[in-house]
Each structure stands twice: as C-alpha cells, then as structure tokens.
C-alpha cells in the first residue's frame, strides 16, 4: 500500500489519521500512557457570566414500552413547550447516576461517552417558550439547565419555522476533542466521534417518546453551525474550542418532508446576534496532539447537496415482545465492567437483538445519515441454541457481495435461518481470540458474544473526508441501540474502543481497506462491583455537599 503524506488531500489525511491511530500487538497509539490527574478536563461546559434557566425534572415517566420507541405510531405528539425540552435533554444527555468510593465520587450520563470522559456538548435554538424568548441556548447537562447565549429576533424565528415548515427547534452536537484526548491522545478523534454517534441516537430515542423526530441536516456545513452558534466570534482557551459535529432539526414526528439545509439568508441573520458567555476553562494545562488537529480539519463538513437514501421499510423479522419501559430502559443503561462468563441468551434473544440493529425507517435509524455501511463480525460465546463460533451479520445487502469476495476463502458462510443475514463462518471457541482482539480485554471473551463493526471504509471516505465521521456516527448509533437492547433482555453491554485494527482484519483476511473495524462491543451478565455506592443523578442539587468529585 502507498504510504499517505499528511501534505496531501484531506481524505488523504483522514486516511492517514487512520492508519496512525490503530492499536497494534506490540505498541499502541500514541497517548500519553498515564493519566495527569492535575490536567483532567472538567467534564462540563457552562457559559459563564449567563443566567441558567433551571429547567423542570420528569416527574411521571413516559409509560410508552420499550417496543414502542422503535415504532412511531405509538406516541402522541407532545407539544414544544419548556417542560417536553426539557424531558427531551434529561431522557437524552441528562445524568443517570451518581458512583462513589469512599475515594471520590462520579456521576455517569444517559449517553455513553469512551472513559467517561463526554466530549460531547448539545446547544438549542429554541422558539419563543413561555417567558423566554427565541434564542440560542447551551445544554448544561449537571444543572439541567440551558444557558441563554442570544435571543433570536420573533420575525427570524417565525422564518426559521417557515422554512422548515412545522414548529420544531434546531439541536447541534459539537466536541471538545480534549477532553478525550487528554487520556487517549491521537486515537481521541475516533472516540468523540462514536460519541457523537451515542448522543445522536439517544436524542432520536428520546424525541420518539415525545411523539417527535430529530432529522439530522446533512446538507450544512460546519461553518454554517459556528456562524449560529456564535462560535466564529467567540475567545476559547487554547484546545478547549467546541467543534462543530451534527446540526439537527427536531419536529412532530408526523410532519411531511423537512429540508436538509439552512439557507444563507437565515444563517446570514445570526451574524448580528449578541452572544453573551464564556466558554468555562476545562483544563489548566493541555497536551497538544497536532494530528488531531489536522483529521478534524480535514474531515470538516462543507456545504454539500442533497442526497437521497433508499428506505429500509422491511418489518422487524425476529421481534419478540419485551414487557418494560422504554424510559426504565434508556434510565438503567451502563457499562458492564465485567461479565461472569456464564449467563446465556437464547437463540431468538440473539436474533431478536441483531434484527433491532438493521436499517429501517424507525428511530434513531431515521435521523438520515444516509446509506448504511456497517457490519458485524460477531464472535458467539453463549448463546443457548446457537453454535459457538465465528459469524457474520449483514447489514446492507448491497455490500454482501464485496465482503464475501474479500474475505478468508475458507469461510463456512453458512445462513444461520432463511431470510435473515446471519451467517456462520467458522464453528469454535472464539473466547481468547475475542478478548485479545479487543485489547485483551476479558470483557469480550466473558460474554454471551462479542462483536467488531465491519465498516466499508475506503470508498465511502473517498466520496468526501467528512464521511469519515459518519462513519463512526453510525457505529454509535448502531451501539446505542446495542446498549439499549443488553438492557431489555436483562443482561448488560460495553462499547470497546481498543481493540487492535490489524489483528480483527486477519481474522477475516482483509488485506486492504476497503472494509475496517471501528468499533466493538460486548454483551452479557455483568458482575456488578459491590464496593461502588450508587445515588439518584441529580443528588448534587438536591443534597449539595454530599458528592464530591
Ligand atoms: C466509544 C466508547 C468506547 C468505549 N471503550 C471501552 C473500552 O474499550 N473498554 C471498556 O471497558 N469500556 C469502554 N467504554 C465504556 C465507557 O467506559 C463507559 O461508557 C463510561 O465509563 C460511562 O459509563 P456508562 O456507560 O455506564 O454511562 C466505551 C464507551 C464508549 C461510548
């Protein structure tokens, strides 16, 4: 293969990020390979010098099923008032839970973040709600509280809602890369990337059980979203800038077609707003990693045109009927630290969890980020009813041709049930084989199963650089419903971002990159840690002086 020079086009330079941030046996990614406890990014954004709006906590849970958030039918569409944003965040990117020690305490979100350390940061653009008026607002997801950046003139807002056509709002995510790479160093990129994938799904999941959509606008460009946030305009510390990821509009989900854009006129309107705040200071002291820098800049998004995907709108094939709350689901998710390497699910669990992963026209496989490109390379440990082994699961069917021709030839490819693209590719014990893929972590082998996203790669980052972090995008969106379904059948899950790249790509003999593992996950009984405490999330606000961090 051609070495690529960091000099060259920007999908070069993706490329090239790529192929420097893989683990391998005998050296990782570089990082600084211990943690500065006196540099540790504060996990929290605010805006100083703003005044918080408080918002309301959920008192009543939505009683929809956890069936129902995969179907849209089943909600009534709430109105946009303060109170639905407001349970909107909290179901979303809101606190879940307070761990403690006797060492120190943590508190841990509804969305997943890579060492808890959630570069991720949501902002608003909200209509006119109750007292307050349209504007631009930070989510400060420890107070549960927005902070007020601009108000946005009536008229302007009244055109916003013109232009899309229904009352709705505008959510963008955007990273703090820092934050990740504080711990990680040059492999952080791709982890705030699967973050982005993480919240992304958790808000489609959670505008579901409000009877609303959240559409991602694929059209707009990063430059757009830092002239409405006020990002062009604003002083941030060095390495602690947010950069922009996914402009999304959130609407009734029953409303006709939505564009995908935000005309230069609307964008042109913000150009004169007031922003008021000040990025809080994250870190005393930073670490530079200047390859980050440079993916980032090159994966950046520009304006581009709009596309069209094909629907998926085939009926779930392998459901089985689950008696739980969606909200009790989305509330109770974590990481599993550890699994006994015991519990098993059934067969139909297993192809009732891998059928809920498939593209269909339902959330969060209906934010539209357009054609899916991930796969699972699945290592099967304990599933009652089901060989161990090796297995492969299709996600697109377009892409079955092309992975068959370019893995190992020996493969059983053995269709584990008609109509359905599981596939055996080898009978055995994958437990070690699966554990040290993943970093050799036990977690991977002391599962039911593990599994890698088989993610086509080179063609698709070829198309524009910026897809590499769609790429990733779906990964996570692809986990979070992973994640959510661990909890449903009453077992648990883990995202695993370390795994050695090279090392899964031998299993199946891929000698080029055309395909890519980019992601890994696990699922099983977890062995819960008996000496962590566990408090309700917002302890904090309630009992001030009782968590210490
Ligand atoms: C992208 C991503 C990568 C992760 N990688 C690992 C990993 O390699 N090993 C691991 O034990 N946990 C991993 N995790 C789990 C996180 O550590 C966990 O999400 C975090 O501590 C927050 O805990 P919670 O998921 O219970 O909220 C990963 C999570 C994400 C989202």
Not at 272 to 292: A, D, M, T, Y
Not at 320 to 339: D, G, H, L, N, T
Request: one cysteine or more; hydrophobic letters at 40%.
């Amino acid at each position: 293969m051609q070495p690529y020079k960091p000099e060259c086009s920007r999908v070069q330079k993706v490329i090239a990020y790529h192929l420097a941030t893989k683990h391998h046996l005998d050296h990782y990614a570089r990082a600084p390979g211990y943690m500065e406890w006196a540099t540790q990014p504060n996990p929290f954004r605010s805006y100083e010098g703003t005044n918080h709006i408080r918002l309301p906590f959920v008192e009543y849970d939505s009683t929809a099923s956890y069936e129902a958030l995969y179907d849209r039918k089943g909600h009534p569409v709430k109105p946009v008032t303060l109170e639905n944003v407001a349970a909107f965040l909290e179901l979303s990117l809101g606190l879940s839970a307070w761990k403690s020690t006797p060492g120190g305490s943590w508190v841990l979100r509804m969305n997943p973040s890579s060492g808890n350390l959630h570069p991720t940061e949501a902002h608003l653009l909200l209509p006119p709600l109750e007292r307050e008026s349209a504007g631009v607002f930070h989510y400060n997801s420890y107070f549960h509280a927005l902070e007020p950046r601009a108000a946005i003139a009536h008229p302007v807002w009244k055109q916003m809602e013109g232009y899309f056509g229904s009352r709705g709002f505008l959510i963008a995510l955007t990273s703090i890369f820092w934050r990740e790479a504080w711990k990680y160093g040059e492999r952080a990129f791709r982890y705030c990337q699967h973050d982005t994938g993480h919240a992304l799904a958790a808000l489609s999941l959670s505008a579901a059980l409000l009877g609303w959509k959240v559409t991602y606008l694929h059209t707009v460009s990063d430059a757009a979203v830092r002239r409405i946030l006020g990002f062009d305009r604003m002083k941030w510390a060095p390495l602690e800038e947010e950069q922009p990821e996914a402009l999304c509009w959130v609407s009734p989900a029953q409303h006709g077609e939505i564009p995908r854009d935000l005309p230069e006129e609307l964008v042109r309107t913000f150009d004169s707003l007031e922003f008021q705040g000040h990025p809080n200071r994250l870190s005393p002291e930073h670490v530079h990693w200047k390859i980050i820098d440079e993916v980032a800049e090159a994966s950046g998004k520009p304006t581009t045109i709009r596309r069209k995907t094909p629907v998926h709108e085939e009926p779930f094939l392998k459901s089985m009927s689950i008696e739980i709350q969606a909200a009790k689901v989305i509330r109770q998710r974590r990481s599993a630290v550890s699994f006994d390497g015991a519990t098993s699910i059934s067969k139909d669990q297993f192809l009732s969890i891998l059928d809920r992963t498939l593209p269909r026209i339902v959330p969060p496989f209906d934010l539209d980020l357009g054609e899916p490109h991930v796969h699972f390379l699945l290592f099967v440990h304990r599933v009652t009813g089901l060989e161990s082994g090796l297995y492969f699961f299709i996600r697109n069917p377009e892409d079955e041709g092309q992975i068959r021709s370019l893995t190992r030839e020996g493969f059983l490819w053995k269709q584990v049930e008609n109509e359905f693209p599981l596939y055996q590719l080898i009978e055995g014990n994958m437990e070690e084989e699966a554990s040290l893929v993943s970093c050799r972590q036990s977690i991977a082998g002391d599962s039911c199963f593990s599994l890698g996203m088989i993610t086509k790669f080179l063609p698709v980052v070829e198309e524009g650089a910026y897809s590499y972090r769609h790429l990733f995008w779906e990964t996570g969106i692809v986990g979070q419903v992973l994640y959510l379904e661990a909890e449903a059948h009453g077992i648990r899950s883990t995202g695993i971002g370390c795994f050695f790249d090279n090392e899964v790509h031998r299993i199946l003999r891929l000698n080029d990159i055309t395909f890519q593992s980019l992601y890994h996950f696990t699922m099983g009984g977890a062995v819960e840690d008996t000496r962590l405490q566990t408090w309700p999330p917002y302890t904090h606000l309630k009992s001030p002086g009782l968590m210490n961090t």
